[in-house]
């Protein structure tokens, strides 16, 4: 993808990526964080099994880019959700930032693994490696939904365990 496109492919994922907020979002509150996850799970493996491990020639990259973004969307939507009931009221937002630390180093940590991986075919200028780079991808993809799953559970254990006991806020 031209480099002096970038721009116009960032906007049209992020405006993609921000309606879909408002609609995952209810989604997760009506039919519940894991089934969420597993519909983005899917989302995500179609998209990076169509647009990087057996690209379609037809598919534009400014088509597979806004699905990407959607298709992450709806895993993470699902996994916040969840996360913002896992501490106490008062710890609340020191929990978030501390998740949002470790978000940010994860996604780093994994920008850099992937940059040195990938190398560009001088003739072409392809991507070398974006084979396995999105196997990886696929393979860390389907444990977002088992996490929610789990801690989907946990916190029901746990407001079971709760129940009629006043909150502390």
Known sequence: YPREALDRLYMVGGVASFITLFFVGKWV???GAPRIAWVGAF????IVVLGFVHPIAGIPVLAIFPMFMVASS????ALN???SRVPAAPERAR?????SA???????????AAA??????????ALIGIQFVAYVSLFINLIIPLIVMSLAKALAARERQ????????
């Not at 929990?95 to 998740?99: E, K, L, P």
């Not at 709760?162 to 806020?169: R, S, V």
């Open 95 to 99: 929990f978030q930032s501390a998740q």
């Open 43 to 46: 989302l995500y493996t179609i």
């Open 74 to 77: 709806f895993r993470m939507i």
């Open 116 to 125: 040195a991986y990938l190398k560009e075919d001088p003739k072409t200028h």
């Open 81 to 83: 959700t969840l996360a």
């Open 162 to 169: 709760t129940a009629g006991y006043p909150a502390i806020d």
């Open 102 to 112: 470790i978000q940010q180093v994860g996604s780093s940590a994994g920008a850099l």
């Open 29 to 31: 509150d009506k039919y």
